[in-house]
DNA sequence: CTGTTAGCGCTTTCAG
DNA sequence: CTGAAAGCGCTAACAG
């Protein structure tokens, strides 16, 4: 039940040389001749030695930790990105610790400074729906941490952004509906301070004008759409607003709500109402053939995110110029004359 | 772009006292009178101090970090578990550090090791599908960090678990696919080497018998239950057994697969097949309301195995005795003619 | 209640 | 190429 206390120390003292060539060795410098490396190699597998990571990093004031901060892990989307940015991590040598602001900007504010106390060497971050500023941000910038945002972003400018051409994505799913005889579009809008929203909203609505169709903002139904928020715009719809023939969710969770709300309704999917929300790609899998939607692809701007990231740890101190990488969206149509589902692996 | 280096021995300096002193204040400790602690608190917040948690987790030895190793993030148990640990640890003090095996045994040795190497205070663990013993946990026992096994498990004892009640649930599903009128139900069957799917081949078969069903082993179907594997499946069962018109799938990924090739042969679903698999409950929600599910609560397990992990840690340095956690799942039950789906929280 | 002292285990000058 | 020595920033005896 003993904690194993091989020290550097301890096996100099079993080779009856310094502690510091040890410390040398088992860092592989180039300082250190082959022979003695060997000797001492062999001797700390035989001690069972491990490397105390705690007082290396303290020495080294680096911990080969990047913090991430998202709203909430389970959402697909989510979980998929940070799947992309562990491996990646991975890859590189780093460890990922991993939170969750569940939404809420205090919980976000604690976070970065939790992750700037333990010394991670970078941020990833997902602004919460509350997050209207970087103000909470200054704390890393001033200790030097690089951060990367992604998918969700407020528009200051000076940051590094990996994002999704939100407009384009959305303009492509309204023009989608259009050309499959839609004439009354209605829109499930999220919080219109992220600019995320926005740019959804705006492809919404240039989309509609390109073919030349009137934007009607009653068609637009405002929420944090949760599934609950689909059902319910999807109940408003249906007493209210009878005119409506497609919809398009700013993401997949209240596409759901709705599709599944207007199926209870024997409602025919996509043939009475089209619907295509945004969403992440392999979720579609599991969501309804008859959902069209629009590939956030979360795996990929997780990958891309780190990636970014670890450049710019590498470039410390000199810091490079801040990057934006735009992602393309591409629409995934999808129905159950379809021979086999798009599979996706075991995820 | 400096680092933010105000140490104890700054304020103290500058309060003409000792670090010790700050040490202890900034600890709260009742040794030091409330009048000094407010002026070294004032002073603190004034010089913009902030914690080396590196050298205070160099000097205890301690960390305040549990080590999460789980096969794959992006599937939704996992992920829920992962929700569920985060909130927990964040409650308690303890940030999460987390990883995944990808199902490769090499790589959860690995990551052991790199936790271990990181003095995580605890582990917690869901064994990758190649992991038959424990041998590789051995360090983690060694350097005495306790462990909680979640969900997957080997059935060695002497260890914390927290686990679902695989055999009742797997019981329970086939006995309702009887009830509804099922006489010849095929299993989509996980690798028997895990002690999990043996338990839910093991409910599957006990239930035919109760019922008075023979067990028929070609109605059996081995795979590593990705969703290509369902589509197979099902493929296989129109192909070669027409007269299955019940299916058990170990896992709802498989189950998914199956029943999205199956309707796109149009086949009714639950009538002329009805499907049955185990599966995380919000996950549900997304998937066919067709699709009777056996709940496995992943977030309920994550905070309770968070919860066992913690006690485990608090009772260092003398153990508690290994405890087993069972949760009894529910069937989840839902159909078109509901009125409203199951609604989950924007997950 | 506060100060003194001695490290945690490692890395990194600086000498030789 | 290797050794000696200093110290990262904090905590925890032990005195007083």
Redo the contacts with the bound molecule.
Sequence with gaps: MQ?N?V???DI?AAL????????????N?????????QRIWAKAQEMG????V???N????KTNTIGVIIPRISRFFFSSAIEGIEETAFENGYNVIMCQSLEKLERETNLVQTLVANRVDGIILSISMETLDYEHMELARKNGIPTVFFDRHCDIPGNNNVLLNDYQGSFDATDHLVSQGCRNIAHLAGPRDLKLYQNRFNGYKEALEKNGLPFQPDLVIDSNLMEEDGANAAQKILETLPQVDGIFSANDVAAVGAMQFLKGKNIKIPDEIAIVGFSNGPTSSVIDPALTTVDQSGKKMGRLATELLIKQINAKPIPLAPETIILEPTLIQRDSTQKKPTIHPNT
Tied chains: 1, 2.
């Design positions: 904690t206390n020290t550097i120390h100099a009856k040389i310094d502690s510091s060539t040890v410390s040398r060795a088992l860092n410098s180039p300082r250190v001749t082959q022979k003695t490396k030695y491990q490397r105390n705690l007082a290396s303290l020495r080294k004031n």
